[in-house]
C-alpha cells in the first residue's frame, strides 16, 4: 500500500541554520504530495503541496521539490527561526484514493 | 471562515465507558474524514465520508467504532467499551472537491484517554 518514509530522529538545529528533512514515498499510482506542519498545542497546518512530478512546492521560505526518479519529497529551509519549532509531517494522497498517508513525523528544535 | 472545530478537545475516562466526539467541517466542505493519532507517530485513517454516505473504512476502525454524519454536515465518532489502547489524538478534515487538489483541513483534534 501507498506509505511514506521520514527520516528517523528529532532535529535539533541553531537559529539561521539550513534545515533539510528527508521525506520518501512509495506509491501505486500518481500521488499529490504534501509537507504539513503542527505547531505546539496546535492543529495540523498545510504547509506546502506538489501535484505532479517536478513540481516545487514553497510557502513560509519552505520548499520540497517532488521528485519521481527518487520518490522524494525532501523539505529545506535556508535560515530557520526559533518560531519554526514545530513537528513536520510528510504525506501523500494517491489518485482516487481519498485518504492521507503520513509518515511518522519530525520533530524540529531551534535555538537561539 | 472559522475552520474545522471539534468538540470535545480533551476527555479522560474509565476503561469500558463509551464515548463520543463531535465534528463540524469547514462550511460547504462535502468531504469529511477522521484520523487517529498516537505519540510520535503520524496521523493514521480512520474513515470517510461524502456528504452523508460513509464511502471507506480503516481496519483500524474496529467494530467498537462507529461514525455517523446525518445530514451530510456536522459528524460524530463514538467508541464503545473504550480500552487504554484507544488513548490517542482523534482528529477530523474536511475538504472540497471543488477546490481542485484534495487538500484537507484539520481541526485542532480531541485528546483522549481511557484510564
Known amino acids: 500500500g501507498d506509505s511514506v518514509t521520514q527520516m528517523e530522529g528529532p532535529v535539533t538545529l541553531s537559529e539561521e541554520a539550513f534545515l533539510t528533512i528527508n521525506c520518501t514515498y512509495t506509491a501505486t499510482g500518481y500521488p499529490s504530495l504534501f509537507w504539513y506542519v503542527q505547531y505546539p498545542g496546535e492543529g495540523l497546518q498545510l504547509l506546502l503541496k506538489?501535484?505532479?512530478?517536478?513540481d516545487k512546492g514553497s510557502n513560509k521560505g519552505f520548499e520540497a521539490t517532488y521528485r519521481k526518479e527518487t520518490t522524494s519529497f525532501h523539505l529545506e529551509k535556508g535560515s530557520v527561526q526559533v518560531s519554526d519549532s514545530a513537528v513536520y509531517f510528510c504525506a501523500l494522497s494517491d489518485y482516487g484514493n481519498n485518504r492521507l498517508a503520513f509518515g511518522k513525523g519530525n520533530q524540529v528544535v531551534v535555538i537561539p | 471562515d472559522t475552520g474545522v472545530s471539534q468538540d470535545p478537545r480533551h476527555k479522560i475516562t474509565k476503561r469500558g465507558q463509551n464515548v463520543t466526539f463531535r465534528c463540524d467541517p469547514i462550511s460547504e466542505h462535502n468531504r469529511l474524514y477522521w484520523y487517529r493519532q498516537t505519540l510520535g507517530q503520524g496521523p493514521e485513517f480512520l474513515t470517510y465520508?461524502?456528504?452523508?454516505?460513509?464511502?471507506?473504512k480503516s481496519r483500524l476502525l474496529s467494530d467498537r467504532f462507529s461514525a455517523e454524519r446525518p445530514k451530510g454536515s456536522f459528524s460524530t465518532l463514538e467508541i464503545q467499551r473504550t480500552e487504554q489502547g484507544d488513548s490517542a489524538m482523534y482528529l477530523c478534515?474536511?475538504?472540497?472537491?471543488?477546490?481542485?487538489?484534495?487538500?484537507?483541513?484539520f481541526g485542532p483534534g480531541t485528546r483522549l484517554t481511557v484510564l
Open positions: 506538489a501535484t505532479k512530478a517536478d
Open positions: 478534515a474536511s475538504s472540497s472537491r471543488l477546490e481542485g487538489l484534495n487538500e484537507q483541513f
Open positions: 465520508f461524502q456528504n452523508e454516505a460513509q464511502l471507506e
